[in-house]
Each structure stands twice: as C-alpha cells, then as structure tokens.
C-alpha cells in the first residue's frame, strides 16, 4: 500500500514541489517500506523518535524535524538534521546556531508561524516576522530557508486558502526585504494530507504528507 500511495500522491505534485514524508508513530519497516521507493526526505516531530530512527535507517536520508522544539534538545539532532522548521524564537535559534558550531556545520531552519484559529503557543506571530529574522540572520552558522505553518484543522476551504495566502504573504515580505538576492531563501513548508492541495495553489512548496502514505 505504501508504494501506491506514494505514487498517487507524488504523480499529483507539481515539479518545484518537494514531498517531505511525515513518519512520526510508524515503525521502523514501515520507514524501509518508503526507503525503498526512493523517498529520502522523512519528517519527525519529536527528538528521541528522530533519533531512534535515524540511528536504526541508512544514512542518506535527509531529516526534517517538523515538531516543537525544547533548547535542551537541540544538542541531540544538530549533528545531522537536514532541515529543522519549527524554528519560532530568537533563544531556540541561538542554541540551534552554538549545536552548530559545535558540529563544524551550518544549520538549515525555517520560521514557523502561527496563522491558523487553533490556539497555540507555538509558531511566531506574523507581526513578530521582521524582527526575528533580522534577530537571526545575525547568527552565522545558521541559514533561514524560509517558512513553515499550518491551517486551521477545518472542512471551511476557505479559511484555509486565507491562512496560506498569508504564509505566502510573509513569506514574500521577508524575501523581499532581507533575502533579494539569497537563492537559498526559497522554501515555503504548508500542506498536509487534508490541504495539501490547497497549498500549492496557493504557492507551497514544501508538503509534509504522514496519513495518506501510510493508511
Ligand atoms: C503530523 C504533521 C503533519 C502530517 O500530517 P498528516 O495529516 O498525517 O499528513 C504535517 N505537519 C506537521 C507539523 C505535523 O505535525
């Protein structure tokens, strides 16, 4: 099943959109399962589970850590995460830039942004956009990306286009006015199995997709 699923979700994605597969809860041979189709991008939410896995599953894959991050754990990851987008505070950036140091490499993250109705204490504010990226560009070992958020969890489409329609918007914003000429700013992470598609239309190009791969 996962193959077929894989291959339904991947022959509707657009070229420029990059499919992160979101593996939190399942097992190890489910992961080899998708491993095995060529997938190297898999997505985790929490540290020890990333770990554990990592640890157990062949080396090129590239991991994205996609879940609240603590500052005490970034230590544990900083050696090999490919791509960390939670990133929502000037403090928990700071850590992510020392862990890097400490492993002789740069640090790829994206900001999260909090734009969906659910509460949340997670995700900067829109508001807060300009002045935590300025914050963090002054931090050497690490590179911005781009942004991450979510949809409010609701059948109401358009709710849901209206959120990511201001994701792109920031998004936009911190382009044009901090990253102009920097290619490397260029990843916009929104979508999941239920909005996925209204995603893209509305410029993703990122999606992290867990349910409908493994059900
Ligand atoms: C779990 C999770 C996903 C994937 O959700 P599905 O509905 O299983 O596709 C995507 N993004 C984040 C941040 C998640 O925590």
């Given at each position: 099943m996962i193959k077929q699923n894989l291959e339904k979700i991947k022959q509707q994605l657009p070229s420029n959109v990059q499919l992160v597969v979101v593996s939190k809860f399942r097992p190890i041979e489910q992961l080899l399962e998708v491993y095995e189709t060529g997938q190297r991008e898999l997505a985790e939410n929490r540290v020890q589970e990333m770990v554990t896995k990592y640890e157990a599953l062949p080396k090129d894959i590239n991991w994205h850590l996609i879940g609240h991050l603590q500052t005490n754990k970034v230590k544990y990851i900083a050696p090999f995460v490919s791509l960390i987008h939670s990133v929502d505070s000037h403090?928990?950036?700071?850590?992510?830039?020392k862990q890097a140091i400490k492993n002789n490499r740069t640090?790829?993250?994206?900001?999260?942004?909090?734009?969906?109705?659910?509460?949340?204490?997670?995700?900067?504010?829109?508001?807060?956009?300009?002045?935590?990226?300025?914050?963090?560009l002054e931090l050497p070992n690490i590179e911005i990306c781009g942004i991450m958020g979510m949809a409010t969890f609701t059948d109401?489409?358009?709710?849901?286009?209206?959120?990511?329609?201001?994701?792109k918007d920031i998004f936009d914003n911190l382009k044009e006015k901090y990253f102009n000429n920097k290619e490397n700013f260029n990843t916009l992470s929104m979508g999941m199995s239920s909005d996925y598609k209204i995603a893209i239309e509305e410029g993703s190009n990122l999606v992290r997709v867990g349910s409908l791969v493994f059900e």
């Open positions: 403090e928990l950036a700071q850590e992510i830039n640090i790829p993250i994206l900001l999260q942004f909090h734009v969906a109705e659910e509460d949340s204490k997670f995700g900067l504010k829109p508001d807060e956009a300009e002045i935590v990226c300025k914050q963090i109401n489409e358009t709710q849901v286009r209206k959120e990511f329609k201001l994701l």
